[in-house]
């Protein structure tokens, strides 16, 4: 199922979409409407009638891009339709189909049978034009090609267009919820590995801890003293195993992070994200924990929150940066997991900032030159 935040998404990117068609297309549209009512407006009447036409089709298409075609359609339709037999039997007009065929065709995406309409709509459009045969006679031939024949064929061109616009903006729709399930499937198999860190901690842990309750049971009475040192012994299990947990909580399990960067790297790509890893240097084993928990969780809070398509992971001697290209709103919100990691990092002599700029978004942890220079001449620990 994809989720509300899926679908903001996704109507987020059709809106620019439509915003984009409606800034690069209105121009045209615009010249086009007024080459025609000048070009079949004879007289100032002439334009009073063809005029209607003309606006509901301009209404229609702004409405269109906004995505709230349906709430002005019906009228748009009617005014339109009521324009063109005006315009074939009064002004003579044989472009006045024009604003029928743009509403119509525009229309036809919230139709639910839309041959039967897209049938209706050209039919409306050649039949309309052949009552012109009523008010001119003397070249039939002139008359059918003029108002049927050519009206006919562009209403069928612009419907094919409109409708593979449609099929554009629908194939859009199903390649960003197809992203977001990526991402969120990403989101999802980082669950698994905790869960999987978690048992891997607790199971073995808790199974021991009752071998050795069980067997300090039976030596109670016959050999306190071993029971006495199996019960110790499963106490200090069940402490260790409590410390263990707490550090898996919060993400202070000693992490590799080279292992940690081709993690990020290959949930990145899952999620269609583009990523690119540059190491510029190496870092020691405290330093690499905090840098590893770091990434950890920038790479979640990217996939949970950010509508990325790029993203940056630097390593450096001071530390780690990780940009990513998206950043919404007006800024970062609060991260509670970087939250509690800023301080550790602070704990730790270093310094951990999040900011948003120019559409990017940035997590840098940085330490103090002396401690670069520390971690530039040790080597990587390891899980």
């Not at 059709?14 to 409407?33: C, W």
């Not at 240097?281 to 920038?298: D, F, H, I, P, Y």
Request: a positive charge; proline letters at 3%; hydrophobic letters at 45%.
């Amino acid at each position: 199922m994809v989720t509300a935040r899926s679908e903001r998404f996704t109507e987020s990117t059709q809106g620019r979409l439509r915003r984009l068609t409606l800034v690069t297309s209105l121009p045209p549209v615009l010249i086009a409407a007024a080459v025609l009512l000048f070009s079949d407006a004879h007289t100032w009447w002439h334009f009073l009638v063809l005029a209607p036409g003309v606006g509901a089709a301009l209404v229609a298409f702004e409405r269109w891009t906004a995505n709230d075609l349906a709430r002005v359609a019906l009228p748009c339709l009617t005014v339109a339709a009521a324009v063109w037999p005006l315009g074939v039997l009064v002004t003579g007009s044989p472009n006045a189909y024009w604003g029928f065929c743009a509403v119509g065709s525009l229309a036809l995406r919230d139709v639910r049978r839309k041959v039967r309409a897209s049938v209706a709509l050209l039919s409306y459009v050649a039949v309309v034009g052949a009552t012109r045969l009523l008010v001119e006679r003397d070249d039939p031939g002139s008359v059918l090609f003029t108002y049927v024949l050519v009206p006919t064929l562009i209403t069928v061109l612009v419907t094919a267009l409109t409708v593979v616009g449609e099929r554009f903006y629908d194939l859009i729709r199903e390649l960003e919820q197809t992203r977001e399930r990526e991402a969120e499937l990403a989101v999802v198999r980082e669950r698994v590995r905790f869960a999987s860190d978690l048992h891997d901690i607790q199971g073995h842990t808790l199974h021991v801890v009752k071998l050795k309750i069980a067997l300090a049971r039976k030596l109670l009475l016959a050999d306190a003293g071993r029971a006495e040192k199996e019960l110790r012994e499963t106490y200090d299990l069940v402490s260790d195993t409590i410390a263990q947990t707490k550090d898996l909580a919060y993400a202070q399990r000693r992490l590799n992070l080279s292992t940690e960067i081709e993690n990020a790297k290959n949930l990145f790509e899952a999620a269609g994200i583009r990523v690119r890893v540059s190491r510029e240097a190496e870092v020691n084993v405290r330093t690499s924990e905090l840098l590893g928990q770091v990434l950890r969780e920038t790479t979640t809070n990217i996939l949970r929150h950010a509508q990325a398509t790029q993203v940056q992971i630097t390593l450096s001697e001071s530390g780690i940066t990780i940009d990513n290209d998206g950043a919404a709103g007006d800024g970062p919100g609060e991260l509670r997991g970087l939250s509690a990691l800023r301080q550790r990092v602070a704990g730790d002599g270093g310094e951990l900032t999040v900011e948003q700029q120019q559409g990017r978004f940035r997590t840098a942890a940085v330490f103090p030159p002396a401690r670069a220079r520390t971690s530039a001449g040790a080597p990587e620990g390891g899980r």
